[in-house]
């Protein structure tokens, strides 16, 4: 187990899937272990009941159908799945609504979906999740990039000693938009910036090359 584990964090991540399918096959006693500790691309499913898709994720599955948070059904359909509570509901839409809007803000496109549920009578639990396909052929409306995506996910329990004066939407959100904002600083300041030093090191700046040298 050690071992795959080690290999699986060597693989690139667009080889993850064909990886994790390959370590399933060689190590079936492991597979749970596998499957709860590799994380894999979010996959997206149509809600056929009104033409959108919305995102697969262990939060909206039971048994092998996944809930979708714009019909509140079951795909493929189940008789007794889980549901949240009316109330929940309700909250579940708005959420869905508010993060369509930032998804669009923030990411100029791609696919959101927002799920909840109880966890006991004096809390419950949201998960926010966000995925964008950066290529050019990707959702949005830019695309600069050969191949790439942005799988994000947030699960927030409620047990916040926060004021609720606003809301639990406004302090969820302020929440995520933090969190987001601190790690694209962190991708932009530890990776891309560290790139950009390295070929700026390994290649002058053009202007660099064509100055002339001082006569003697």
């Not at 009104?50 to 493929?76: M, T, V």
Request: hydrophobic share 35%; proline share 5%.
């Amino acid at each position: 187990m050690e071992a795959a584990m080690g290999l699986m964090r060597r693989m690139p991540p667009k080889h993850s899937e064909t990886a994790l399918s390959a370590l399933l096959t060689l190590l079936p006693h492991h597979s749970s272990d596998l499957l709860s500790q590799v994380d894999q691309p979010l996959q997206v499913l149509c809600d056929v009941d009104n033409g959108k898709e919305f995102i697969l994720c262990e939060y909206n599955r039971d048994a092998d159908s996944y809930r979708s948070p714009w019909s509140n059904k079951y795909h493929p359909p189940l008789e007794d799945g889980a549901m949240p509570s009316i109330e929940l509901r309700k909250l579940e839409i708005e959420a869905n609504e508010v993060f369509t809007i930032y998804r669009d803000q923030y990411y100029e496109g791609g696919i959101s979906s927002v799920y909840m549920w109880e966890d006991d009578e004096d809390s419950f639990v949201g998960c926010f999740l966000i995925k964008k396909d950066g290529s050019k052929t990707g959702h949005g409306r830019r695309g600069f990039l050969q191949e790439g995506a942005w799988d994000a996910i947030h699960v927030i329990e409620m047990k916040m000693k926060l004021s609720v004066a606003e809301g639990h939407l406004c302090n969820m959100g302020r929440m995520i938009e933090e969190m987001e904002s601190k790690l694209r600083n962190s991708l932009d300041q530890v990776y891309f910036g560290k790139t950009k030093e390295m070929v700026c090191t390994l290649r002058p700046p053009s202007e660099v090359l064509h100055m002339k040298l001082p006569d003697k």
